[in-house]
C-alpha cells in the first residue's frame, strides 16, 4: 500500500514555473532548511506515528510453519525499514505534513537525492540552536529499527530450538545484586517488556555486582570502568555499544574503551556498553568452531545466552531451549536471519523474561546484568 500521493505534476510543475532555470532543487534544499528550523515538532511525530502504524498492521505472527514463523518474526518491520532505509521516501512522507505542492514533488521522479545533504550543511551555529537537520537524519538513517512492537516466538532449526523476542529498544540493566532476572527487571525502574541475563560477572561474592570488563548502563546512568588485569584478557572480545539509535559491535582495547570518554569516542551519545563473550555472527556470517579456542567451554553442550541484530535493523534476544555448543548456535542464528549476534554468560546463569515471566524451565543462576526491551508489544505472539 502507497503512503504517498501518486501524482506528483501540479507540485512539480508549481516549482518548475517559478524555477524554470532547474533551481527547483535548490529551492527544495532552502525549503528543507526552513522545515527543520519551524516544523520539526509537528513533522517527526508524524513520521513516528506513520511507522508506527505500519509496523502495528505487520506484527502479528501467522502460526503456519517454521519458514513463515521467522519470516515474518524477523522481518516484521519490512515495510517501516523500506522507509526508514529509503531516505527519499522517508522524507515524502513528512513533507505531506507541510506542504503539498512540495510533497509531490519530493515524490516525482526527478527528486534531487543531494537535497538530503542539506542537513549536514547547516551551519554549527544554527545546529547548537535548532539540532533539528541532525535528528531528522538519524531518524532516517538506514540499519536500525527500534521502534516494532516486541513479540516473541518459540521455533526450531537445524534441531536447535530456540526462544526469540524481538522488537523494541535494547536497553541494559545493571542490578545492585545479584538476583533472578525478574526480579532484576522488577528492580529496574525502566519497565522492560522483555530480558535476557547479561555478561559475565564475578563469582568472588554471591551478592556481588561486579562485572567482567567495564560496564555502562541504560538504568544507572553510571559508567564503571573494569579490572585492568582482567581487561587485557578480554581484548578482541566483542564491545556491545547501544545509542538510543544504532548498535555497533566492535573488538575491546583495553586501554582504549575502559573509561566513559573512551567508549564516547566510539559512539556519540551512548548510553549502554559492555563486553560480550563472543560473536555468535558477525556481518551476517556465523564464526566457525575455531574461532571459540579462545573461550573457556565454548565447545560444550550448555544452554546459551544471546542477543543481537537482524537484518532489518530489529533487536533481539533469546536463549537456546537445549543444551548444545556455540558453533552450532551461531549456524542456527544465521538461518534465523540475524546480521550479527554475541553469546552472552550462558550455562547455568541462561535466563530469559517475558512480561515479568520466566520462560525457562529450571532456576537459573541469579545475575546482576541483563540486556532488556522496552517499547510497546505486539497484539499478538
Known sequence: MRLIPKNPVLGYRFLTLICPDKSHKVVTKLMLVMICVFGFLELFPTTQTIAQAANNRNACIQNNGLNQQISNLLKTTINVSNLVSNSDQGV??????????LSSYLNSSDFDRGAL???????????????????????????????????????KIDDVPLVLISGGKPVTIHADSRYQLEEVVARSGINPVAAVDGTFFSLKFLDSNVMIGPVYSYSTKKFI???????????GRPLVLISPYAVSYIPFEPDKHNTLEGIQAEMSGVTDAFVGAAWLVKNGEAKPANYFNFLQGADATRFRAFWGMNKSGVPVIGISAKRLDSASLGKALVKAGFQDAVMLDSGA?????????????????????????????????
Do not use: W
Not at 570502568?225 to 581484548?235: D, F, Q, V, Y
Not at 512480561?355 to 532488556?372: D, M
Open 92 to 101: 515524502k512522507v513528512a513533507m505531506q505534513t507541510f506542504a503539498s505542492p
Open 117 to 155: 545533504d542539506v542537513f549536514s550543511t547547516i551551519p554549527s551555529p544554527l545546529q547548537a540552536v535548532v539540532p533539528v537537520g541532525r535528528a531528522i537524519a538519524i531518524s532516517l538513517e538506514p540499519g536500525f529499527n527500534f521502534s516494532s512492537p516486541i513479540q516473541r516466538v518459540s521455533t
Open 225 to 235: 570502568p573494569g579490572n585492568k588485569s582482567e581487561n587485557k584478557k578480554l581484548a
Open 349 to 381: 546463569s541462561t535466563s530469559l523474561v517475558y512480561k515479568g515471566q520466566s520462560l525457562v524451565g529450571y532456576v537459573p543462576r541469579p545475575v546482576p546484568h541483563a540486556v532488556a526491551l522496552i517499547g510497546n508489544e505486539s497484539d499478538c505472539n
